[in-house]
């Protein structure tokens, strides 16, 4: 089955947020479910880097960890421990995918707010990641520039144009678009080969994360925004925060898709 981005493309979405159409101020509360059949393609630094953009920008986060190897729990647990964490940023540990459901209705509640929820999965496919993608507003498959990450993103969006079947009303479910994740600075042909095959067949994100010795600091250490803070040395802490923007660019055109779907090429 080919896919096409304007099968893969959302042309309208239910449950946009009703602050945002109102004209508020912000994004309010946005649910964006992070996945791909391949484990190391970067779903847990992704959701860590929007995470700290967020929190930056003094939003509430959530993150929905779901993978047994509870990556993201021990990411607060050690940026805790390092005093680089934000009381605005937590992070609940669950395999229960109805649980996590449950959880966002509950935010849902509360009153009006700037709440990013970030849900990170489990490599591989499940009826329990049907049950997330429907609770999302966007749907963020991150991948490397490799043969074997485009053949396993080709795969996950195969799974999504099913899922568009499976479900009792296709319009409503969440758009799926594909970030280019760690690119290096220097693109090798193999990798440019890999990016044009990906440009042709999916909805792709304009903004990518690059291949920063920040974010593996990140991933060590806590979120980036109280990193940059706390780094003495100006130039290291620059770096940090070009960082800190780059997420911050990505988050906001994540936000944009969910606010103005029907724009979305």
């Known amino acids: 089955m080919r ?68 990556s993201c729990l021990k990411w607060m647990q050690a940026g805790k421990e390092a005093g680089n964490w934000s009381p605005l940023v937590e992070v609940i540990h669950t395999l229960d995918a109805h649980r996590v459901a449950e959880a966002i209705g509950q935010i849902y509640e509360q ?55 499976r479900v009792e009303k296709p319009d409503e479910l969440a758009g799926f678009s594909v970030l280019l994740n760690r690119v290096p600075v220097r693109v090798s042909e193999t990798e440019r080969a890999v990016a044009e095959e990906l440009f042709q067949s999916l909805p792709a994100l304009e903004t990518y994360l690059g291949s920063r010795a920040a974010y593996v600091r990140m991933d060590r250490e806590g979120l980036l925004g109280v990193i940059a803070d706390k780094t003495p040395n100006r130039a290291l802490a620059a770096h940090v925060q070009s960082a800190v923007k780059e997420a911050g660019d990505l988050l906001e055109e994540i936000d944009q898709m969910i606010l103005n779907p029907a724009e979305v090429a």
């Open 111 to 165: 009153p009006d707010q700037e709440h990013l929820i970030l849900i990170d999965t489990f490599g591989g496919g499940s009826e329990a990641q049907d049950v997330l993608a429907v609770a999302a507003h966007r749907i963020i498959c991150p991948m490397m520039l490799s043969r074997g990450d485009l053949s396993e993103t080709l795969e996950t969006a195969n799974w999504y144009l099913k899922l568009r079947g």
């Open 3 to 70: 896919v096409t981005i304007k099968d893969l493309s959302d042309p309208h979405c239910a449950k946009r947020n009703r602050q945002s159409e109102e004209g508020g101020m912000g994004y309010g509360i946005r649910v964006v479910l992070v996945m791909n059949r391949k484990g190391g393609s970067g779903k847990s630094t992704l959701c860590r880097a929007l995470a700290s953009a967020a929190a930056a920008k003094g939003e509430t986060v959530t993150i929905f960890d779901t993978d047994a190897s509870k």
